[in-house]
């Protein structure tokens, strides 16, 4: 009997040749000297006042269902902004970001209500995610239970600021992982949490793969990304520098940082 060839990786996410640009408005240094008004007069197909900033510089790669895909590199260097653009938050300069399903970009600073409840937050993040109310109903205690918040009071029903950022962050992340998700870009949302939550947290990835779904993690705990990620992508100064195993990956950048 002949063998059946094996299915074909599904991708999820193609990123082609993208370069993301920040243009900030703001004085130049030396703004009111006359080298510097001639200079922009020179520079003629330039905004006046505006600074350019080239932060992610010609990245290509293909994620694929059931991947876990770490993103590292130093401060600055494009990675979250990339998320951004597989988003759709941030329209590249050029290049193409293309996604099967639709992308959800978790992040420490996700925006959810001070002003109200964590119960009130449950059911706007769900609704925000695309969860019917219905849903949100039928996966409120294991949402609440996921995060921990009430292990020491009836936090749910407090007002979000009085959240510590930790409690914060682990509600965002239990909104999040509520919800089967195409493609879940998490941005050092478990940095904050304690041991237990993130190995819950770690844990809850998996299963996202094996439903799969594909999972971005940006986090500059190393540990974090082996025991999560199969494969690493790593930029330096909006390059990708490295694209492949995690322990090889890894291996390199702990060599380049000398940690």
Not at 127 to 156: C, H, P, T, W
Not at 162 to 187: E, P
Request: proline share 3%; with cysteine.
């Amino acid at each position: 009997m002949a063998e059946q060839p094996a299915t074909a990786p599904v991708p999820t996410v193609i990123a082609d040749d993208v370069h993301i640009v920040y243009r900030v408005n703001g004085a130049r240094a030396g703004k009111g000297s006359a080298t510097a008004a001639l200079s922009r007069i020179v520079k003629r197909g330039e905004d006046r006042g505006v600074r350019k900033v080239h932060a992610v510089r010609g990245v290509s790669f293909v994620a694929h269902r059931g991947e876990a895909i770490g993103l590292i590199g130093s401060n600055g260097s494009g990675k979250s902004t990339l998320l951004r653009a597989i988003a759709g938050l941030l329209p590249p300069e050029s290049g193409r970001v293309y996604t099967d399903g639709q992308p959800s970009l978790l992040g420490v600073n996700a925006a959810l209500m001070n002003d109200l409840t964590g119960e009130r937050n449950i059911v706007l993040g769900g609704l925000a995610m695309g969860m019917s109310r219905e849903q949100i109903k039928e996966r409120y205690q294991e949402i609440v239970d996921f995060s921990g918040i009430n292990e020491k009071g009836d936090f749910v029903t407090l007002p979000m600021r009085t959240y510590s950022s930790g409690m914060q962050a682990r509600l965002r992340f239990s909104i999040a992982a509520a919800k089967d998700h195409d493609v879940l870009m998490i941005d050092e949302a478990l940095a904050t949490g304690d041991a237990k939550f993130r190995k819950r947290s770690e844990e809850r990835i998996r299963e996202l793969r094996r439903q799969a779904g594909t999972v971005f993690l940006v986090s500059h705990s190393n540990k974090s990304i082996r025991d999560t990620c199969d494969r690493v992508l790593w930029l330096e100064r909006g390059e990708l520098r490295m694209d492949g195993p995690t322990e090889e990956v890894l291996g390199e950048y702990e060599k380049f940082t000398g940690k």
